[in-house]
């Protein structure tokens, strides 16, 4: 799909299908489009979408509720544009045309998350349908709206085309994107916006003391990985680790998952491949911030050669975990990042990981868990993420926890004692293998839930979401 951003009115454009956002109560049209609009049920709220066919420049009108004015902000234009994509995908219009909605209170933030809603609401995973008609893609989208936004626009763009390229690596099920893979879509990308990337193998993970990542990877054919990439500007303002899970596939491992948990575990490297959609925006949107992207990825598999309950693993930084459970594999491989990240001495490191499914019980599907030492952070992030539509809720570091995760016979089990408060006791976990002396702050975005979702919500699709790409792009433009 081509998109374009023009500022002609869209009278003087032609196409299959004009995309226009009406507030409720039918404000600003006609007596005559109020009349059929209302024949058809349509009164303008959001989420509603109406098709009406046109015998002037386009074959077909796609109206779509904006809701209440008053209550208009920047996810119900990304909603409502996105109603609008599907909608004209639906019709198989080819031309689709989009006039900018909301930007009379909005300005140009309607523009941005119009471009977003576009973007996201067009996407879905078909490379693998054979049938044609499964396969239907618009030709050309153009948005007509003022001149000044076409920046703005612009931006939204990048932002949504990140998580897209996100989306398509998570939705990639698990024989097909192995960490080997994983490694190399981390190396073309950074071959194509000149990133440096490194990639360890098994010596490499040996020298490095990366026991965490050594150990989930042994019960698999599948060799581990960790991957490096960076990004240094001239002049960088600051200096950020971002980290995040890849399990290609989580099997569970010798604690094996049931058939109804094992379903989806595709969607185990989400974390990892949000990390590649912000390196893809950052190198579109060159912020002068350096950034350092870290993927530890294996596959958590039960092999003859798997790791087993009671094993003891003694990281770099000296702290043993003894092995309760070998599907709590998260914590085990993202602990060797941060050992490695907090050595860079950045001044933020960002996690994100499809953590634990009790942050899922926590908070719902549609909410990820922020966890950080740092109040600022949070309310950063918090504020961002309201914004973004990307929900984010702060969960709470809870020092009377700690217990829970103290080893028997060594300094730390990697599952709490109890199952109450999974989500804290794994952040918990995470906390250990974060050297505050180099790294002033920390977060740990618990991703499970929204990262894949089974079912369409909002602009997303059933699969992966992309989430929480735009969030952190738009905190390292913020500290740009
Ligand atoms: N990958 C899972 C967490 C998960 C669950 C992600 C649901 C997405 C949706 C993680 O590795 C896991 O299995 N966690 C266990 C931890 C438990 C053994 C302490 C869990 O949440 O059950
Ligand atoms: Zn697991
Ligand atoms: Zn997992």
């Known amino acids: 799909m081509k998109i374009t951003y ?28 109020v009349t059929q609009l209302k024949s058809l049920n349509f009164s303008g709220k959001l989420g509603e979408v109406v098709t009406v066919p046109s015998t002037e420049n386009f074959k077909t009108l796609i109206y779509v509720g904006l809701g209440k004015k008053t209550e208009l902000k920047t996810d119900v234009v990304r909603l409502a544009a996105a109603k609008g994509i599907k909608s004209a995908k639906r019709i198989k219009a080819k031309k689709v045309v989009f006039e900018l909605f909301g930007a009379d209170k909005l300005k140009e933030k309607a523009a941005k998350a119009l471009a977003e809603g576009i973007v996201l609401g067009n996407y879905s995973f078909n490379k693998y349908k054979s049938k044609e008609e499964e396969k239907f893609e618009l030709e050309k989208v153009t948005v007509a709206g003022e001149k000044e936004y076409k920046k703005d626009f612009e931006s939204g763009y990048v932002l949504a085309e990140a998580a897209n390229f996100t989306r398509d690596i998570v939705n990639e099920p698990g024989n097909v994107v192995t960490p080997e893979k994983l490694a190399e879509i981390a190396k073309e990308l950074s071959e194509k916006y000149g990133f440096k ?40 303002k600051k200096k950020i680790a971002i980290v995040g899970k890849g399990v290609t596939f989580d099997s569970g491992g010798l604690n094996i998952k049931p058939e109804q948990f094992m379903k989806t575990m595709k969607s185990d490297k989400a974390g990892a491949c949000a990390v590649l959609g912000i390196m893809k925006a950052v190198g579109e949107l060159k912020p002068d911030v350096e950034i350092h992207a870290l993927i530890p990825t294996v596959e958590n598999m039960p092999g003859g050669k798997a790791y087993r309950p009671d094993d003891i693993i003694v990281y770099k930084n000296g702290k043993s975990v003894e092995i309760h459970s070998t599907d709590a594999e998260g914590r085990l491989i993202l602990a ?145």
């Open 6 to 33: 023009t500022h002609e009115l869209p009278a003087n454009k032609k196409g299959d299908a004009l995309v226009i956002g009406v507030y409720e109560g039918l404000k600003n049209l006609t007596k005559e489009e």
């Open 197 to 236: 990337c490194k990639v360890f193998k098994e010596k490499e993970l040996e020298k490095n003391k990366m026991f965490g990542i050594l150990t989930v990877g042994k019960g698999s054919k599948n060799p581990p990985r960790f991957i490096h990439i960076t990004y240094k500007p001239k002049n960088p």
């Open 336 to 480: 060797d990042a941060l050992i490695y990240g907090s050595e860079l001495e950045p001044d933020v490191m960002i996690d994100m990981a499809t953590l634990t499914g009790a942050c899922v019980v926590a908070l719902g599907h549609y909410t990820s868990g922020l966890f950080t030492n740092d109040d600022k952070l949070a309310n950063t992030f918090l504020k961002l993420s309201a914004e973004t539509g990307e929900k984010m809720w702060r969960m709470p570091l809870d020092e009377d926890l700690k217990e829970d995760i103290k080893g028997a016979y060594s300094d730390l089990q990697n599952v709490g004692k109890t199952r109450y408060g999974g989500a804290i006791t794994a952040a918990l976990f995470l906390q250990n293998f974060v050297d505050f002396e180099k790294v002033k702050s920390w977060a740990h975005i618990d991703i499970a839930g929204p990262a894949f979702l089974n079912k369409e919500w909002k602009y997303y699709s059933p699969g992966a979401t992309g989430q929480p790409v735009r969030t952190v792009v738009e905190y390292i433009v913020l500290e740009n």
